[in-house]
């Protein structure tokens, strides 16, 4: 069965600080997609990245950037230098084949960041 | 970029009436849209699959004559919640997936609150 774990529930830094949130994964899939969401209070998701099952490619944008540990079933994402405005729930999802291309996914429970002025 | 557009973004209603919530793609065509659920500080949870032209795919545990899904349009999607009780209330979420580049794009989501 696929599942995703987010096993920090919330994470409270100071302004400028650095921090990782982790995201652990389970699937008998070959192919799939790693996924990325911010969702601030206001409720709407904000896409951050989508990164396919075989590019283990670490990535930056930004403040933000992701390493991609497929030997360890993981996909950490690292803010730096952290701002208020990052305060959020940040979700880790996983989705079915990439080939089916269906779009349903599975979602970890959620991180809250909370990034103290 | 794409967007998807939901509708209403809140309501709340008496227990026991319908409530309609829309979900459209405004620049793709997406002949899958999915609904999900959030209660408060909990996760996502799929709850069906919407297919343009065929009837929806519901998730174990989702009643489906409660849920009422139409996906009339290859840019339309509807959840109708019948006879909605108190313990519906939630966030409901719907997503849309462009058929390029396999990216999903979700609306911005709707509070429902049941008296």
């Known amino acids: 069965a696929q599942k995703v774990t987010q096993a920090q529930t919330e994470i409270s830094v100071v302004e400028k600080e650095d921090v990782t949130l982790d995201c652990v994964y389970e699937?008998?899939?070959?192919?799939?997609?790693l996924f990325w969401y911010k969702q601030p209070p206001s409720g709407e998701l904000v896409f951050l990245i989508r990164?396919?099952?075989?590019?283990?490619q670490n990535e930056i944008s930004g403040r933000y950037s992701w390493n991609f540990q497929k030997s360890t079933s993981s996909f950490n994402f690292t803010i730096t230098a952290s701002q208020v405005v990052d305060s959020a729930v940040y979700f880790c999802?996983?989705?079915?084949?990439?080939?089916?291309?269906?779009?349903?996914?599975?979602f970890g429970q959620g991180t809250t960041l909370q990034v103290k002025p | 970029g794409a967007v998807v557009s939901q509708h209403p973004s809140w309501v709340i209603c008496k227990s026991g009436t319908s409530v309609k919530i829309e979900c459209r793609s405004l620049?793709?065509?997406?002949?899958?849209m999915f609904w999900y659920r959030q209660f408060p500080k909990q996760s996502l949870m799929l709850m069906a699959t919407?297919?343009?032209?065929?009837?929806?795919?519901?998730e174990q545990g989702v009643e489906k004559d409660k849920f009422l899904i139409n996906h009339a349009s290859l840019t339309l999607s509807t959840l109708t919640v019948t006879s909605a009780h108190p313990e519906d209330s939630s966030f409901y979420i719907c997503?849309?997936?462009?058929?390029?580049?396999?990216?999903?794009?979700f609306g911005s989501g709707t509070q429902l609150s049941v008296l």
């Open positions: 997503s849309a997936s462009a058929l390029e580049g396999g990216k999903l794009f």
């Open positions: 699937t008998r899939d070959t192919t799939y997609y």
């Open positions: 990164r396919n099952s075989f590019d283990e």
């Open positions: 999802a996983l989705s079915e084949p990439a080939s089916s291309n269906t779009g349903k996914l599975i």
């Open positions: 620049d793709f065509q997406a002949t899958t």
């Open positions: 919407s297919n343009e032209g065929s009837k929806a795919t519901y």
